[in-house]
T-cell receptor
Framework: KAGVTQTPRYLIKTRGQQVTLSCSPISGHRSVSWYQQTPGQGLQFLFEYFSETQRNKGNFPGRFSGRQFSNSRSEMNVSTLELGDSALYLC????????????FGPGTRLLVL | QKEVEQNSGPLSVPEGAIASLNCTYSDRGSQSFFWYRQYSGKSPELIMFIYSNGDKEDGRFTAQLNKASQYVSLLIRDSQPSDSATYLCAVNGGTASKLTFGTGTRLQVTL
């Protein structure tokens, strides 16, 4: 069974631009969570989607948004990029309930110049 | 107080020794506990999860949970250089229905 895939793997943007990242969960998994990882803050929870609905949201500004499609694929969008948004963005999928085991994708490394 | 705390390390152990990684959490209602391994430049990889007090063993890895002390640990027996990585503790359940990660402990296994 294929693992979690994320595209693109690397991205360079400039301040003020927006970016969309994509995540395809493991086949059969319906829950997708997004995390931001930086050296200083570690892994920070962004949001979780299940059945196209956002079930949980972390403490990030409204510039960070996401959505999930009927096939469980998910996208996250960051608008008006700031230098501090440079990070590794990780997507994780799980079967259903949030408390179940989460499996991570390879991540998208975003650099904002 | 951070929700999940880990010593950042590095924790250095010789090859063949036991590595002991510790994690404390603040939410007494937490229900699920996970250990992930992350190699430099890679994404986290699940090693073990534990839900009940006591020990859980899987090969060279043993997870230990003490809910009364709000403490979870990971023991790695017969440590190998390939075990050198950052180990992330994650906690779920309780008042915050989300997975909260510690900042990780960097383990170095020396030859």
């Amino acid at each position: 069974k294929a693992g979690v895939t994320q595209t693109p793997r690397y991205l360079i943007k400039t301040r003020g631009q927006q970016v969309t990242l994509s995540c395809s969960p493991i086949s059969g998994h319906r829950s997708v969570s997004w995390y931001q990882q930086t050296p200083g803050q570690g892994l920070q929870f962004l949001f979780e989607y299940f059945s196209e609905t956002q079930r949980n949201k972390g403490n990030f500004p409204g510039r960070f948004s996401g959505r999930q499609f009927s096939n469980s694929r998910s996208e996250m969008n960051v608008s008006t990029l700031e230098l501090g948004d440079s990070a590794l963005y990780l997507c994780a999928s799980s079967l259903a309930q949030f408390q179940e085991t989460q499996y991570f994708g390879p991540g998208t490394r975003l650099l904002v110049l | 107080q951070k929700e999940v705390e880990q010593n950042s390390g590095p924790l250095s152990v010789p090859e063949g020794a036991i590595a002991s990684l510790n994690c404390t959490y603040s939410d007494r209602g937490s229900q699920s506990f996970f250990w992930y391994r992350q190699y430099s430049g890679k994404s986290p990889e699940l090693i073990m999860f534990i839900y009940s007090n006591g020990d859980k063993e899987d090969g060279r890895f043993t997870a230990q949970l003490n809910k009364a002390s709000q403490y979870v640990s990971l023991l790695i027996r017969d440590s190998q250089p390939s075990d050198s990585a950052t180990y992330l503790c994650a906690v779920n359940g309780g008042t915050a229905s989300k997975l909260t990660f510690g900042t990780g402990t960097r383990l170095q296994v020396t030859l």
